[in-house]
């Protein structure tokens, strides 16, 4: 179950999203606009935003905007009855993760949710442990007695998938695409730089391996603690 905030002036839309949502099995929180979504998450810990883009007060643009200068990282689905390629453009730019146009299918809808959901690690198994290393997805930060690291979003969803089915192999692409999307115009080898850049940061911490996989990809190894 992840808790998820539903930014949308328009009441009806709102109670449906949220009870589509709440069937789902997730917890929504209700706002009105971007001004009252940034009260919401003043109150309490959030995992994901669904916003509309044109709203009172704050716009969804102007939300996200302002969420990814304070340091979010959460998911952010946005709803967007624009059309275009500078509509979209304009909701990635301020750090959107993806988008669906109004009037949007709430069967599309659950499933955009949980792939964003799947990809950032959040509402999907909480905190994971390898060994004597844990992963918080509700910070991104890894620990390790007295060790603690707060990693960039795309390494923390690398390394959590990873960690969450050591000895299985990924693909690149398989990891490009739970990861970045699978609209992402990054190339495999964008893959390889953060596993790269993940066994710089854990070299010493000697409770797991990241091991390439010829022709396949990446597996985590937990190492034997004895």
Request: net charge negative; proline share 4%; with cysteine.
């Amino acid at each position: 179950m992840a808790r998820i905030l539903v930014a949308e002036d328009d009441r009806n839309a709102n109670k449906l999203i949220c009870a589509v949502l709440r069937r789902a099995g997730h917890e929504p929180i209700s706002a009105d606009d971007g001004k009252d979504a940034l009260d919401a998450l003043d109150a309490s810990h959030v995992d994901m935003l669904v916003s509309d883009v044109m709203m009172p007060r704050m716009d969804g643009v102007a939300l996200t905007r302002a969420l990814r200068e304070a340091g979010f990282s959460m998911p952010i689905l946005l709803l967007t009855a624009k059309q275009g390629q500078e509509a979209l453009r304009e909701g990635f730019l301020a750090g959107a993760d993806d988008y669906l146009t109004k009037p949007a299918d709430m069967g599309e809808l659950v499933l955009r949710v949980a792939a964003l959901l799947r990809r950032s690690g959040a509402g999907a198994g909480g905190r994971l442990e390898a060994g004597a290393t844990s992963l918080d997805p509700n910070d991104l930060s890894v620990e390790r007695g007295a060790e603690r690291m707060t990693l960039p979003p795309k390494e923390f969803q690398l390394l959590y998938r990873l960690l969450s089915h050591p000895g299985h192999a990924y693909t690149r692409m398989q990891l490009l695409d739970e990861i970045w999307g699978w609209d992402t115009n990054s190339a495999e080898s964008t893959v390889n730089v953060h596993v790269n850049r993940l066994r710089n940061r854990f070299s010493e911490w000697g409770d797991f391996r990241i091991e390439t996989v010829r022709g396949i990809g990446y597996r985590a190894v937990l190492e034997d603690p004895r």
